[in-house]
């Protein structure tokens, strides 16, 4: 097994933002495990991109009743600070071989290009092995069509895996850490 490879950033052109991670869950649960989870990736990619910081996460089941009213502040705030993020963690159990109903709902609400060029990283949480694919099959298009870059495969955990989630992060980081570094304007240190 390699390592991962240790990144720096490139030279920022003077007064450009420092790279912003958020992690977004779609459990309709508050606090939920699959929080948790992207959470963990989130910090992994923070770790790893020297001057990268680590917002507040967004857990969609805190302002979930607000989604199906007129109004939604709380949900509107939500997707202002995804789309000003630099790497957006998306983070969904599997409901229905497929994302939440919930996670969709707030995607929703971006217009055309609403997620233009921010990279993001599908995260899915799932019950079965059978369901492995749904970041890929099902999320990567949505969050393509919204004008995201997406250059990793999805991170997928099973939950009878949960305990070893830290071990499965940094995986899932030696294949897909160099990718997602081009993206965000960092590079290999040789």
Excluded: C
Excluded at 26 to 48: C, D, F, H, Q, Y
Excluded at 117 to 138: D, Q, T, Y
Excluded at 160 to 174: A, C, H, K, R, Y
Aim: net charge neutral; glycine share 10%.
């Amino acid at each position: 097994m390699t390592s991962a490879p240790t990144l720096r950033p490139t030279a920022a052109p003077f007064g450009s933002p420092p790279i912003t991670i958020v992690a977004v869950s779609g459990n309709p649960k508050a606090e939920s495990r699959t929080l948790s989870v992207g959470r963990l990736v989130g910090a992994r990619i923070a770790a790893a991109l020297p001057g990268a910081r680590l917002a507040d996460p967004i857990d969609i089941a805190t302002f979930a009743a607000e989604l199906a009213g007129r109004d939604h502040p709380v949900a509107d705030a939500a997707r202002r600070t995804l789309a000003a993020a630099s790497v957006v963690v998306i983070a969904t159990p599997v409901y229905k071989a497929s994302f939440t109903g919930l996670l969709k709902l707030f995607l929703d609400g971006y217009g055309p290009n609403g997620l233009g060029g921010v990279v993001a990283v599908p995260v899915v949480v799932s019950a079965s092995p059978a369901h492995a694919l749904v970041g890929e099959v099902h999320l990567r298009p949505v969050l393509v069509e919204l004008g995201a870059v997406v250059p990793t495969r999805s991170f997928t955990v099973v939950e009878s895996q949960l305990g070893d989630v830290e071990g499965l992060v940094e995986n899932w980081w030696e294949h897909a850490g160099v990718a997602l570094a081009r993206q965000t304007g960092a590079e290999l240190r040789r």
